[in-house]
Every structure is written in structure tokens, then in C-alpha cells.
């Protein structure tokens, strides 16, 4: 076993205790004062978004550096490492997160209602989708099979902003 493998395994052991013990908080917050929960919500599913964005942002920077790099050299081995760390670590569980809450809060505060609502969920729904395209690279990427150059992930880095801005309007402006 590799430093490398090692570490990823500690840091796998270590996702799953922080987000037993996020849960376990959580639960815990809800029985505790019920009536209160919402804001603790909205604050849980906040901090959910900005790490789910964080890494949506990041991801394809690295794929931009990653396409550059010579296949099975220490870098592509190097960048392997960190996209499969960062979205299995990261941006995986923040997006679990976002959608639990969102979820729970759309229904909750909202009832479901509301035109911006509607649009706000289906641009997370194509947010997801690009989530689920970076994943599909990770895994190419992880295999030597990336077909796509440098040019074509930066210009994927950018979905994720737009979408973040035109979500992030509908919430805060409710224009409909």
C-alpha cells in the first residue's frame, strides 16, 4: 500500500465519522427545539452550498492543469489524487447536504410554492447534472481517458458560475 492509498483511506474514515457526528448534531438540533430548526437549516444548507461550490469551482481547474499533463507522469498521478479526494470528499457529501436541506426547506418554508422556487430547483437540478458530467471526468481522467483538452474545461469551469449567479438571484431577489 502506497503513502498515497493510505492517506486517502484515513481520510475516507475521517469523512464518515464528521458526517456521523454532522448528523448526529443535526438530529439532535431538531429534537432539542424544533420551532428553531429552521434557521439552523437554512444556516446547515448555506455552508452545504458554498463547499458544493467550492469544489464544482475547483474540479475543473484541475482537469484544466490535468489534460496538459503527461499520462502516467508523477503530475497526472499527482491530479488523480486530488480530484478523486475532492469529489469523493467534498463536493459528494456538500451536494448530499445541499439537497437534504434545500429540500426540507423549499417544503417547509415554502410549501413547494413559487415560480423562483421552481426555477431555483431546476437550475440545481442542472447544477447536479454538471456534478454528475465531472464526476464521469474523474473517473476518465482516473483511467487515462480523458478526450477533451484543456480549452474545453476551462470553458466547462464557468457553468457552475453562471448557474451559481442565476441561483443565487432567484433566492435572493425572488423576482417571480
Excluded: C
Excluded at 493510505?6 to 439532535?28: D, E, H, P, S, Y
Excluded at 458544493?52 to 489534460?67: D, E, I, N, Q
Excluded at 442542472?126 to 480549452?151: C, I, L, Q
Amino acid at each position: 500500500m502506497t503513502g498515497n492509498s493510505k492517506g486517502g483511506g484515513n481520510a475516507g474514515v475521517r469523512a464518515v465519522v464528521a458526517l456521523a457526528i454532522f448528523i448526529g448534531l443535526t438530529a439532535l438540533l431538531f429534537i432539542y427545539n424544533p420551532s428553531g430548526f429552521y434557521l439552523w437549516a437554512k444556516a446547515i444548507h448555506v455552508i452545504a452550498v458554498i463547499s458544493w461550490m467550492a469544489g464544482m469551482l475547483y474540479l475543473p481547474r484541475l482537469f484544466v492543469y490535468h489534460a496538459d499533463a503527461e499520462p502516467g507522469s508523477e503530475k497526472a498521478e499527482t491530479f488523480k489524487v486530488m480530484e478523486q479526494r475532492l469529489l469523493r470528499l467534498i463536493i459528494n457529501p456538500a451536494m448530499m447536504v445541499t439537497w437534504v436541506f434545500g429540500l426540507w426547506l423549499a417544503w417547509d418554508g415554502f410549501g413547494f410554492s413559487g415560480g423562483w422556487l421552481h426555477a431555483k430547483i431546476a437550475l440545481v437540478i442542472a447544477m447536479s447534472g454538471m456534478h454528475g458530467y465531472f464526476s464521469a471526468a474523474v473517473r476518465r481522467f482516473a483511467a487515462d481517458e480523458n478526450t477533451k483538452p484543456a480549452r474545453h474545461w476551462r470553458i466547462m469551469n464557468e457553468v457552475p458560475t453562471l448557474l451559481m449567479i442565476v441561483i443565487v438571484v432567484l433566492v435572493i431577489v425572488k423576482p417571480f
